[in-house]
Structures are given as C-alpha cells and as structure tokens.
Nanobody, 118 residues
Framework: VQLVESGGGLVQPGGSLRLSCAAS????????MRWYRQAPGKECELVAT????????NYADSVKGRFTISRDNAKNTVYLQMNSLKSEDTAVYYC????????????WGQGTQVTVSS
C-alpha cells in the first residue's frame, strides 16, 4: 500500500499550488479520501474530505472557498487545489485514505511541505 503526495513547495502569498496523491496497493474507489495538514507546534488539522465516488466534499472553515478537493478514480489519484494561499497555510500536507469495513481501515502518505512566504 502506498500513498505518494507531490506538488508541494514554496509559493508567495496569494499564489496557488495543486497537490496530488497517487494511491496504489488497494482499491482506491472504496476509500473516502482526506487531506490533513500539520504546522509546526500545532495539532493536525483535517482540511478536506471527498467521498468514494467524489460526489460530496467537505472543508475546514479555514480553507473554505479557497481549496478544492477532487479525485480521479480511474487514475487512483486525489488532488487538492489551493488558491489564494496565506502564510497560515504553511504546513506539511498529508493524504489519507479511510474506510470502515467491520472496523476502521486507513492509510497515510508521507506528507509534502507547503510553504507560503514572500
């Protein structure tokens, strides 16, 4: 099982980034997908969630209207489009696959750093 994030980097305030998370080793379409982030000295925050078929999404208030989560089940990939980035968006962003079959089953990626700074 692997979740491999990419697309992080350094961006100026107001800029955009698109994160990708490529999944392998499990049936991607059977898992809801989530993006979390963790900034230094802060707790891990759930940023966005998308359902298995991709028909419903949810966002943290802190990113609502600026971030968009999407998925391509044919490519086993989930995305996070981040626009109007702010310095407070600086964090390591993690991809998470989550499902409940008798018990909770989830997988995590290794994370990708996003730094918003001028």
């Amino acid at each position: 099982v692997q979740l491999v994030e990419s697309g992080g980097g350094l961006v100026q305030p107001g800029g955009s980034l698109r994160l990708s998370c490529a999944a392998s080793g499990f049936t991607f379409s059977r898992f809801a997908m989530r993006w979390y982030r963790q900034a230094p000295g802060k707790e891990c925050e759930l940023v966005a969630t998308i359902t298995k078929p991709g028909t419903s999404t949810n966002y943290a208030d802190s990113v609502k209207g600026r971030f968009t989560i999407s998925r391509d089940n044919a490519k086993n990939t989930v995305y996070l489009q981040m626009n109007s980035l702010k310095s407070e968006d600086t964090a390591v962003y993690y991809c998470n696959a989550h499902t409940v079959v008798f018990s909770t089953l989830e997988y995590w990626g290794q994370g990708t750093q996003v730094t918003v700074s001028s």
